[in-house]
């Protein structure tokens, strides 16, 4: 019996993936480097530590502190692209049905703060519908580690094993499988829904719309 369910926030709510590529692209090239999509697959729904850790590996780049990078990524994309930010598909429907069931709801990001999150969802008029508000900046490991999921299942204070995820990646659905919870993988890509249900996820979808039973 699903009791909560926990969304992530890029590219399941609102439709922020593609900024981010630019953004990224942009980010890489200021420090030297050259954006491909192949690095792009594996950075996507992981926490910001953890991308800038990928960067790092990838790259050996910059003498500068993982904190510092994470500042001066986020300052490019909320300079240049948050402005373009649009929500996704079937995300007002889904929650009012949601709402309805009184199932209780939250945010568990691994891209922005507590605080940019509800600068986003108020946005849009959407804080209404979320009890719970997370991110990757208040756990030690972000996605693909269970962190968030469990922090923010612990905030709702409901047992991991009643929390349905909603993600639209790959690290967010390893992330909600490791946490003991029901997951849920929406992306329009086909190749990227099929990655997803290798995941082991208890259902794929191409929209929020396609959500009918939970």
Not at 26 to 35: A, D, I, T
Not at 95 to 109: F, I, P, S, W
Not at 161 to 173: A, H, M, P, R, W
Request: hydrophobic share 40%.
């Amino acid at each position: 019996m699903i009791k909560a369910a926990i969304f992530d926030m890029d590219g399941l709510l609102i439709d922020s993936e593609p900024l981010w590529e630019k953004s990224d692209t942009y980010f890489l090239k200021s420090q030297g480097y050259v954006y491909t999509p192949e690095l792009r697959m594996k950075m996507v729904g992981r926490g910001q530590r953890e991308a800038i850790e990928l960067l790092k590996k990838e790259f050996g780049f910059s003498s500068k502190e993982v904190n510092e990078l994470i500042r001066e990524r986020k300052k490019v994309f909320y300079e240049m692209f948050f402005k373009q930010v649009r929500l996704m598909e079937g995300v007002r429907e889904l929650l009012e049905r949601l709402g309805a069931k009184n199932l209780a709801l939250a945010v568990a990001t691994g891209g922005h703060s507590v605080k940019k999150t509800k600068e986003v969802l108020k946005s849009f008029n959407l804080c209404k519908h979320f009890s719970v508000l997370a991110s990757s900046d208040q756990v030690e490991k972000g996605k693909p580690h269970p962190d968030v999921f469990l922090f923010t299942a612990k905030l709702l204070d409901v047992d991991p094993k009643y929390c349905l995820v909603l993600e639209d990646t790959v690290n967010g659905s390893l992330a909600g499988k490791a946490a003991g919870m029901k997951v849920f993988g929406v992306n329009k890509d086909k190749k990227i829904r099929k990655e997803i249900k290798e995941c082991g996820v208890d259902g794929v979808f191409a929209s929020l719309l396609e959500i009918k039973n939970i």
